[in-house]
């Protein structure tokens, strides 16, 4: 639930049962006077369109008696029935999910998200990350976010799910979800000889050493490399050289690897970085424009170890576009706020976008 809904939310709910507290009074008042009575529709309202809190109070401060039991019996019910409806749509329903602007039969990114009224997207070259993200595979529309132990994320905060290798180990987090991204796309287009990252300890480890045969030994703080296998350009063996920079990569390594851009001059690849530990990372991974003004979708991994998602807008639950001119910091994500300078891009994507 948006953050302006919420706010109105609230506002209904302390209205609702105000009025419950003055509904209760008034009718006690009449009592006293012996006037007559407020219907017994009147004093049940309240209760039914969400007073119940105050409905509950206004008995008890006003020494309240019925000599039905189903009154009181009917407002306990009413309540749990409340309570039971709350949870549920907060387990079950996720507003954001259902966005006008989510075709829900889209198999892709560029299929599933509908630009907003009057923008258009960003244009994009057949080897891009830009094409190659608007063309990625998408989990069925209202897929759960899934952990690496195959438990469901509760947490709403995902409009479409990445249909995007996890494995089952607690290693593709927030930043690691994002090497394999880029190092996907890298592998794509032809530019995997490019693939390479720093660990933390400051060594670079390059695919094309790894395919080449050559293994990483960690001593302490003495990293290199020594013959432990065959040359190999295989899916597995690419796997296996993923695994090992998500076991000592992170986001201290994306922040070495990328530089500080303006949010204007925002591309599809681009990064709001938090370094350090614990740190995150979301990625750009679609942009439109209209009369010069862009827009961005956000995705993200986690920690737990979790499937890459694309990120709802909490502003706007409607709408899970990101406005570059309604950006200020902090900037709030569902799920992290990140400061001023946290925009950067990595040198990846320095070729082609």
């Not at 790894?210 to 490399?225: A, C, N, P």
Request: hydrophobic share 40%; proline share 5%.
């Amino acid at each position: 639930m948006g953050e302006i809904m919420r706010m109105y939310l609230c506002i209904y709910l302390v209205l609702i049962n105000v009025a419950a507290v003055v509904v209760y009074g008034v009718d006690k008042h009449r009592e006293k006077v012996d006037a007559k009575r407020l219907p017994k529709a009147l004093l049940w309202a309240p209760a039914v369109a969400g007073g119940t809190i105050g409905t509950l109070l206004a008995v008890t401060v006003f020494r309240y008696k019925s000599k039905k039991p189903v009154f009181p019996i009917g407002i306990a019910a009413i309540l749990a029935a409340q309570i039971l409806f709350v949870l549920g749509w907060e387990l079950l329903y996720n507003p954001a999910a259902n966005s006008p602007l989510i075709r829900k039969d889209g198999k892709t990114l560029e299929e599933r998200f509908a630009t907003p009224e009057g923008y258009v997207r960003t244009p994009a070259e057949a080897d891009s990350m830009t094409a190659f993200l608007r063309g990625y595979a998408l989990e069925p529309h209202g897929s759960k976010v899934k952990y690496h132990t195959g438990k469901t994320k509760h947490a709403k905060t995902a409009v479409a799910v990445f249909a995007m290798h996890l494995g089952e180990k607690n290693l593709q987090q927030c930043a690691d979800s994002v090497m394999r991204m880029y190092a996907e796309y890298m592998r794509s287009c032809g530019r995997e000889d490019e693939i390479a990252y720093h660990f933390v300890s400051g060594f670079l480890c390059d695919w094309p050493t790894f395919r080449s045969g050559k293994r990483v030994t960690v001593d302490g703080d003495e990293v290199k490399w020594r013959d432990g296998a065959s040359a190999s350009d295989s899916d597995e063996t690419f796997e296996e050289y993923l695994e090992l920079v998500f076991n000592y990569a992170s986001t201290l390594s994306l922040w070495k690897e990328s530089e500080e851009v303006a949010l204007s001059d925002v591309t599809v690849g681009d990064i709001f970085l938090k370094a350090g530990s614990p740190g995150h990372v979301v990625m750009v991974v679609d942009v439109c424009e209209k009369d010069g003004k862009k827009a961005f979708l956000l995705a993200q991994g986690f920690m737990p170890a979790q499937q890459f998602h694309v990120l709802c807008n909490n502003a706007h639950l409607s709408d899970p576009w990101y406005y570059v001119d309604e950006i200020k910091y902090p900037f709030k994500t569902p799920e992290y706020t990140f400061s001023e300078g946290s925009f950067r891009r990595p040198v990846y994507l320095k070729k082609k976008q």
